[in-house]
């Protein structure tokens, strides 16, 4: 309490030390700016720990600001109140009047809540924060999402209805390579089909395809879909082949817009068929890029995966 009053007594050299040795660490920018995911981990579930921290540095700031306009106010009915009331009976009278109103400040910003949209964070930072999908594009629109890299890919699809993204990224690793076996077949064409199809394609490859009419059979796991239900790649494994909608929607929603990292000379698989005729899709800006095709079992094309979550 000795310290605490000599600090009212001298209000003006104390905020300015008070000030200089907190001002940096308690500012927006300084604390926008904290990493809030720590290496190697899933960007989709943030770091409690240091959103935790985040809030205490909000609190910390509030505390700051309050406590100048506390401090300066006092000053004044400090010497009138010293004039009319005994020493010792002042100081435990303005310590608890202090502390009290310092915890209500407190209490206030510490409702800080990560989860809730900040026009002052990026779309990126807001995500990764574990801001509910609907509740960013309720302020920014779905359009400001598009390309951005996220989730181990570029977003190229959200949800209007329950806020799940897709993502797309390129698999150049692998270069060209097999449909697998030859059979008739249809799968879905429709964006979020291509899960599905990947399985379903997976599962007919295990079939001894040399039986059937116009039948034939590669012999070996080294086909498109099995490489990508198998895939470990950016973090994640739960990589398929998309429908020939998603990729669509891939060239429209990122690489027209010059983002994602396709390749332009390659002709992609996509997961979709009709009998025995596969759909695929080049990337090319300039000519025939952007719209699916019917291509052949026999060709050996690139491998473009996504995800949905």
């Not at 600001?65 to 020493?87: A, D, E, S």
């Not at 064409?189 to 379903?200: H, K, P, V, Y």
Request: some cysteine.
């Amino acid at each position: 309490m000795e310290l605490f009053f000599e600090l009212v007594l001298n209000v003006d050299f104390g905020y300015r030390n008070l000030a200089s040795k907190y001002t940096k660490y308690t500012s927006i920018e300084y604390i926008k700016n904290i990493r809030i995911y720590k290496k190697g981990r899933n960007p989709c579930k943030p770091t409690q720990k240091v959103c935790h921290n985040k809030k205490l540095l909000l609190c910390y700031r509030g505390c700051v600001l309050k406590l100048y306009t506390i401090i300066n106010g006092l000053k004044q009915l400090i010497m009138v109140c010293l004039n009319k009331f005994k020493f010792t009976t002042m100081k435990n009278i303005l310590f608890l009047l202090f502390i009290s109103i310092c915890l209500i400040g407190c209490e206030d910003d510490a409702q800080f809540d990560p989860t809730l949209f900040n026009a002052e964070l990026s779309i990126i930072e807001n995500l990764e924060n574990g801001v509910p999908v609907l509740d960013i594009t309720s302020q920014t629109g779905m359009d400001a999402l598009y390309g951005l890299e996220f989730g181990g890919g570029f977003i190229f699809h959200i949800d209007a209805i329950d806020g799940t993204l897709m993502v797309a990224r390129d698999y150049p690793t692998a270069g060209n390579v097999v449909w697998g076996d030859h059979f008739d077949l249809i799968t879905g064409s429709a964006i979020g089909d291509g899960l599905e199809n990947t399985q379903l394609l997976v599962n007919m490859n295990a079939e001894d395809n040399s039986l059937v009419t116009n039948g034939f059979e590669f012999g070996s796991d080294d086909y498109v879909f099995n490489i990508a239900l198998n895939l470990k790649h950016e973090g994640f494994d739960d990589w398929f082949i998309p429908a020939s909608a998603s990729m669509k929607a891939i060239f429209d929603n990122v690489h027209a817009k010059g983002m994602g990292n396709f390749n332009q000379t390659y002709i992609y698989w996509t997961s979709t068929k009709e009998g025995y005729y596969p759909y695929v899709m080049g990337f090319n800006l300039n000519s025939w890029g952007g719209e699916a095709f019917t291509g052949s079992c026999f060709d050996v094309n690139g491998i473009l995966v996504v995800r949905k979550f």
